[in-house]
């Protein structure tokens, strides 16, 4: 009996070093990304795009709150990062097929795919995450980090997405990182 | 003891391959174009509150609710569609799935099947099969729609995904009366 419950320890243990060592891995890509002159990275905290003289509502305010950062990584293809796009493609390929992150959708074709992922429950997700790749362009990871974010409670934020009531400047100069 | 261990890993191991289905592999393949949605993914839809008094919006929502995977995967290689063939023939032995109708359209050989469910108007699954083995541009369809699935809605969802057949799935209702 006892050994039963020391293999059922170790089993446990193990799952929370596996559980906890993805955690950290998404992240740690995306840091180690930021110093990588091939990739275009963006972070950008939800309280830096609110205005000041925003007109939202508490209801709408907290939703915002609960929405922390969005992440933006991208690698352009191109004639010389062939090799590369595959292998770092492949690893983020890996980091996602972790069972933490549940696939909501996914579509794929010849030269194109997209996956859309979650983390947390469908009512407070924490963390939402777009891959999505494209043979000829390159690929683009799209992240958002939140805590409880209440899907029909940011459909209702939506409509009051305006440049009144956020900044959209830091759009131009993911713009002028592309060209 | 052993048997004990022996389960627990069985448990284990089932349970991860228990989500796996005959047709992933298609998903990566590159001729393949693959469309799946998940459990999540219409839980998350019925959550969403759209506020909408429309009949209509309401009931389909309450379809979506119900359903646990869409899975589509469509080639127009024909290699990979005689695969296709190969495979959902095997799928239909070893699944409780019976024939629901067979269209024969424009050369485009057709077959719906459907697992039954709680009552006739429902069903735990819908497959379909679009095989084209006659033209030139040989292709090949497979849907499979697992969940409580409303007979009667789900020609209008299969109807939005633009899943060929989709017409004749309208008059499922009529037929079966």
Same mark, same amino acid.
């Given at each position: 009996m006892k050994a039963i419950a020391y293999i059922t320890s170790l089993v446990l243990f193990a799952l929370f070093l596996s559980a906890c060592g993805n955690d950290v891995s998404l992240q740690k890509y995306i840091v180690e990304k930021q110093n990588d002159n091939d990739f275009i990275t963006l972070d950008i905290p939800s309280s830096l795009i609110l205005t000041d003289n925003n007109n939202l509502n508490e209801e709408h305010l907290k939703t915002v709150k609960s929405i922390k950062k969005v992440n933006i990584l991208a690698l352009q293809l191109k004639e010389d990062n062939k090799a590369r796009y595959e292998i770092e493609k492949e690893r983020i390929k890996s980091i996602l097929s972790s069972d933490k992150y549940e696939t909501l959708m996914k579509y794929g074709s010849n030269d194109m795919g997209a996956t859309l992922m979650f983390t947390g !429950?469908?009512?407070?997700?924490d963390e939402l995450i777009i891959f999505a790749s494209d043979e000829e362009k390159g690929f683009g990871l799209f992240r958002v980090i939140g805590d409880d974010m209440n899907p029909s409670q940011v459909v209702k934020l939506m409509d009051n997405v305006n440049s009144n009531n956020f900044d959209f400047s830091f759009m131009n100069s993911l713009g002028s990182l592309v060209n | 003891m052993k048997k004990l261990i022996a389960i627990i890993i069985v448990a284990l191991v089932s349970q991860v391959t228990f989500s796996q289905s005959v047709f992933d592999k298609y998903e990566s393949q590159r001729d393949v174009t693959s469309m799946i949605v998940t459990k999540n993914m219409f839980k998350l839809m019925s959550k969403i509150d759209l506020s909408s008094n429309d009949p209509e919006a309401q009931n389909y929502l309450k379809t979506v609710e119900n359903l646990e995977n869409i899975r589509i995967f469509t080639t127009d290689n024909p290699t990979t569609a005689a695969d296709m063939k190969k495979t959902v023939e095997s799928y239909l032995k070893s699944s409780a799935l019976s024939e629901l109708m067979r269209v024969n359209d424009d050369g485009k050989n057709i077959r719906f099947y459907v697992k039954e469910g709680k009552n006739e108007n429902f069903v735990n699954e819908l497959f379909m099969f679009l095989y !084209?083995?006659?033209?030139? !541009?040989?292709m090949a369809v497979i849907m499979s729609i697992t969940g409580n699935i409303d007979l009667r809605e789900i020609s209008k969802l299969t109807a939005d995904l633009n899943v060929p057949g989709s017409e004749q799935l309208k008059d499922i209702d009529k037929k079966k009366n």
């Open positions: !429950d469908v009512e407070a997700i | !084209d083995e006659l033209s030139n !541009d040989k």
